[in-house]
């Protein structure tokens, strides 16, 4: 079974710039997540949709990032304009469900922004 | 809000030695569940064990065990028998069964010692 794909997998930008990341889940999982992982921190939230619809993006900072799951199976991140304070590495996962449900993680993408 | 605390930051073990890793949470819920998530060097984030907060059986997969202690909101994870290749992060996380964000600690950071 292949993973959750993710690209790129390395980004370095200019602050104010715009950036947008890719995530394609594990085929038949309907959850997907989006994680900031700051260095030496935990990944935090950022958004979750269940299918093509958004079930928490409580933690996402709306006037600069913004997501989308256009037919409920891949999803793309972006930024704009960034932030120094935005380097980190962006993970997505799936699961087949919520709750209980495994997170499967992909590889990240981590963001340099100078 | 939910608050999950990692208080060792860096733990080192001799190869086929035993190590306990801590983790304490906080919450007014009674119905939860608990990972424990490893991520190796550059490389994605696995589950390593889950526990469901009515079960009173601590999870056991193989040389993983956890302690999970209920009323003092403690849930360690035990590694027997450590191989050079459980070097990683280990990240212990909650989620609400009936919510969605999954929170993380803030990690530790294992290290095997031939």
């Known amino acids: 079974e292949a993973g959750v794909a993710q690209s790129p997998r390395y980004k370095i930008i200019e602050k104010r710039q715009s950036v947008a990341f890719w995530c394609n889940p594990i085929?038949?999982?309907?959850?997907l997540y989006w994680y900031q992982q700051i260095l030496g921190q935990g990944p935090k939230l950022l958004i979750q949709?269940?299918?093509?619809?958004?079930?928490?993006d409580s933690q996402l900072p709306k006037d600069r990032f913004s997501a989308e799951r256009l037919k409920g199976v891949d999803s793309t991140l972006k930024i704009q304009p960034a932030k120094l304070e935005d380097s980190a590495v962006y993970l997505c996962?799936?699961?087949f469900g919520q709750g209980v449900y495994e997170q499967y993680f992909g590889p990240g993408t981590r963001l340099t922004v100078t | 809000a939910q608050t999950v605390t990692q208080s060792q930051p860096e733990m080192s073990v001799q190869e086929a030695e035993t190590v306990t890793l801590s983790c304490t949470y906080d919450?007014?819920?009674?119905?939860?569940?608990l990972f424990w998530y490893k991520q190796p060097p550059s490389r994605q984030m696995i589950l390593v064990i889950r526990?469901?907060?009515?079960?009173?059986q601590n999870a056991t997969e193989n040389r993983f065990s956890v302690n999970f202690q209920k009323a003092a909101k403690s849930f360690s994870l035990k590694i027997s028998d450590s191989q050079l290749g459980d070097a990683a992060m280990y990240f212990c996380?909650?989620?609400?069964?009936?919510?969605?964000?999954?929170?993380f600690g803030a990690g530790t950071r294992l290290t095997v010692k031939p």
């Open positions: 996962a799936s699961s």
């Open positions: 085929s038949g999982h309907a959850t």
């Open positions: 949709f269940q299918n093509n619809g958004v079930v928490d």
């Open positions: 919450t007014s819920e009674s119905d939860y569940y």
């Open positions: 526990q469901e907060a009515y079960k009173q």
């Open positions: 996380a909650y989620r609400s069964a009936g919510g969605n964000d999954m929170r």
